[in-house]
């Protein structure tokens, strides 16, 4: 069995800064990208970042230069540092991880709400 488990998600106010974690366990072979996402009330989930196992990264428009992923590989982790965060940055953030098991697969953590007060 393979668990996906964010933390670091809070209230914050504009401006300031949050980390998220995202730790992985259980039977995992290696681990291919891991991804944030995040959804908002009443809208779609939306990438907001990913990190393949050789660290290459993409972000979407709208954190590029306030939001950086990074990851742990020995401890099975990923991080991203949130930073200017603002209003409408507030959201379930939610992490996958491609975990490589015998096969395949995406697993999903269970999310951190993180709100942004203006």
């Known amino acids: 069995q393979v668990q996906v488990l964010e933390s670091g998600g809070g209230l914050v106010q504009a401006g300031g800064s949050l980390r998220l974690s995202c730790a992985a366990s259980?039977?995992?072979?290696?681990?291919?990208?891991m991804t944030w996402y995040r959804q908002a009330p009443g809208k779609q989930r939306e990438l907001v970042a990913r990190i393949t196992s050789s660290g290459s990264t993409d972000y979407a428009d709208s954190v590029k230069g306030r939001f950086t992923i990074s990851r742990n590989n020995a401890e099975n982790t990923a991080y991203l540092q949130m930073n200017s965060l603002k209003p409408e940055d507030t959201a379930v953030y939610y992490c996958?991880?491609?975990?490589?098991?015998?096969?395949?697969?995406?697993?999903w953590g269970q999310g951190t709400q993180v709100t942004i007060s203006s």
């Open positions: 259980g039977r995992i072979f290696s681990i291919n990208a």
């Open positions: 996958n991880a491609n975990i490589y098991s015998g096969v395949s697969y995406n697993n």
